[in-house]
């Protein structure tokens, strides 16, 4: 398997600020993925981390909101922006290694909007 | 677009039952297929996978076999434990792990004692 950190883990947030999210991952890892996991429901896909150049973002999520940035292999961050209670959910990220069809999760990040 | 579909729980049981979580998905090619559990307090895990028809995954007893025929992969344990609590996401794959997957809405398993 990869190994898969991020940080911080949790933070309580006020309205209208940002909150930069950190992933680093192991060498194994090709492909990055940022999800986001709302409160009693599934992980939803946000974007794929493209490594130097724009992330490509799945329908519902745009880069002003959540400008996503991977300057290198092993290396991605995600920004929450001008944050509101609605965006209180779990954000994760994955990666993909290379030649297993799999993706490995990091223990997430538990983000509190007040 | 893909999707994925499985029953919503909580599901209870109780210890050394047997288990099976209904999954069945829609997608346009051949996807790989996941399932994860997330454990209390946990990230989420990978337990088993299946990349083409008739392919079964297993570990820690639990098996899931790809029915190209039913568009199915549903999750099967014969004699379930407490520790077996947990949270269980079925996934699929278009890109073979090169893509973002697309996760059910995920199954609360309760084992009771």
């Known amino acids: 398997s990869a190994v898969i950190s991020q940080k911080p883990s949790r933070d309580i947030c006020q309205r209208g600020t940002s909150l930069t999210i950190q992933c680093q991952v192991d060498?194994?890892?090709?492909?990055m993925f940022w999800y986001r996991q709302q409160p009693g429901q599934s992980l939803t896909l946000i974007a794929t981390?493209?490594?130097?150049?724009?992330?490509?973002?799945e329908s519902g999520f745009v880069i002003d909101k959540f400008p996503i940035s991977r300057p290198n292999l092993t290396f991605s961050t995600l920004t929450v922006s001008n944050m509101s209670p609605e965006d209180s959910s779990i954000y994760l990220c994955?990666?993909?290694?290379?030649?297993?069809?799999?993706?490995?999760f990091g223990p997430g990040t538990r983000l509190t909007v007040l | 677009g893909n999707s994925v579909t499985q029953m919503e729980g909580p599901v209870t049981l109780s210890e050394e039952a047997f288990l099976t979580i209904n999954c069945t998905y829609t997608?346009?090619?051949?996807?790989?297929l996941f399932w994860y559990v997330q454990y209390p307090g946990e990230g989420l895990q990978l337990l088993l996978k299946?990349?083409?028809?008739?392919d079964k995954g297993s570990n820690k007893g639990f098996e899931a076999t790809y029915r190209k025929e039913t568009t199915s992969f549903h999750l099967e344990k014969g004699s379930v434990q407490v520790s077996d609590s947990a949270v269980y996401f079925c996934?699929?794959?278009?890109?073979?792990?090169?893509?973002?997957?697309?996760f059910g809405k995920g199954t609360h398993l309760i084992i009771q004692p």
């Open positions: 299946a990349t083409k028809a008739d």
């Open positions: 994955s990666g993909g290694v290379r030649h297993t069809d799999t993706q490995y």
């Open positions: 981390a493209n490594q130097g150049s724009e992330a490509t973002y």
């Open positions: 997608a346009t090619g051949y996807p790989s």
């Open positions: 996934a699929l794959s278009e890109k073979r792990g090169a893509d973002g997957l697309t």
């Open positions: 060498s194994q890892v090709t492909m």
